[in-house]
């Protein structure tokens, strides 16, 4: 459970507490306040719980925002695949039993309307649907590549959508880790990368984003998780650069506003019980907050590395984030004892 002040200050001491925990304080009514620099957050306690006998959630994946302001997230648990809240925390809708593997969540535009990606581990393939849950399309192994035999080498973890023409970059990061590009119709275009440590490569490519920041010069960002770290391409599949995150096993990239956000679900200095936190990067890539870990501190350019640092034990294993239009951040957790998710308000 969370830890109250007078419990913290009394294990650690008052004059130690700030030393040796920066990126941690107390607000007013002993609220919890994360971060560093410009982004810090205080900790929403108990935002989203629900009866789990009536709507539970397993491991709780990724979320998004849908353009009214509703919060989108999926879960394994085949009672409810997609738990959709406002943001005081109500749930607002459920729907979806048909997707075991439930992963990936993306949201995207086509037209006036709005669809959802859901990449299913255990089916193998990434669905198309409505924000009701229609299935418009399935994308299947991709034979195509000459990479793939059989399903199960296909084990999709994400997907991004470029908004200029609406093709679609499905990473395969539980699989054999390449990319593979499709048109807005699920049609194959070209594919790049695969299992290796080359800088083209990937370790475990779990997530995807179209950083549209230059809007004259869209690249992808993709994550190399095992290598912690993110690795720019061109939209064809040409490497550019690599984002270092070094201590820091990444999960994907979000996109909001001039900021990189991540989950990162442990600390390669860490045992993997309740090991992760949150980094957020600026428009020069630079970490600039991590809330629930050390600060992070460059020297001679180059982020050193960071482990978790989260005495009131807000997070467990973090899986994604959702940055609304407050700037308030939602984390999903997987391997976290089928808790829902964690709510970070911007203060």
């Not at 994400?158 to 699989?175: F, H, K, L, Q, S």
């Amino acid at each position: 459970m969370y830890l109250d002040r007078r419990n913290f200050l009394r294990i650690v001491g008052a004059s130690s507490a700030l030393q040796i925990l920066p990126g941690f304080t107390y607000g007013k009514n002993d609220e919890i306040i994360i971060g560093h620099n410009t982004h810090k957050y205080k900790v929403k306690v108990g935002w989203g719980m629900l009866d789990a006998q009536k709507t539970p959630v397993n491991d709780c994946h990724e979320m998004v925002e849908d353009a009214t302001g509703r919060l989108i997230m999926c879960t394994n648990e085949t009672k409810n695949n997609i738990l959709i809240y406002d943001k005081s925390g109500k749930l607002l809708e459920t729907w979806g039993n048909s997707y075991p593997g439930a992963h990936g969540l993306t949201i995207f535009n086509e037209g006036e309307k709005q669809y959802l990606l859901i990449c299913d581990n255990s089916r193998n393939q990434v669905i198309k649907t409505d924000l009701k849950g229609k299935e418009i399309f399935k994308i299947d192994y991709p034979k195509e590549t000459g990479e793939y035999q059989y399903p199960s080498q296909f084990v999709p973890t994400e997907t991004a959508v470029n908004p200029a023409n609406g093709d679609i970059y499905v990473v395969d990061g539980y699989g054999k880790n390449f990319v593979i590009q499709y048109d807005s119709k699920g049609k194959y275009i070209r594919h790049w990368g695969g299992n290796g440590s080359e800088e083209g490569q990937f370790k475990c490519n779990h997530g995807v984003v179209v950083d549209t920041r230059n809007p004259s010069k869209p690249t992808l960002i993709i994550t190399s998780r095992q290598q912690t770290c993110w690795k720019r391409f061109t939209l064809e599949g040409k490497y550019i650069s690599t984002i270092h995150l070094p201590g820091s096993f990444i999960c994907r990239p979000v996109l909001k506003g001039e900021n990189l956000y991540g989950a990162v679900y442990r600390s390669t200095s860490e045992e993997y019980p309740n090991s992760g936190y949150i980094q957020i990067l600026d428009k020069n890539d630079k970490v600039v907050s991590s809330p629930g870990a050390s600060e992070p501190i460059y020297q001679n350019g180059l982020l050193q590395e960071q482990r978790k640092s989260d005495p009131a034990k807000v997070f467990m294993h973090p899986h994604d984030v959702c940055i609304d239009g407050d700037g308030s951040i939602y984390i999903p957790q997987w391997a976290s004892k089928k808790t829902y998710p964690v709510k970070l308000e911007r203060v």
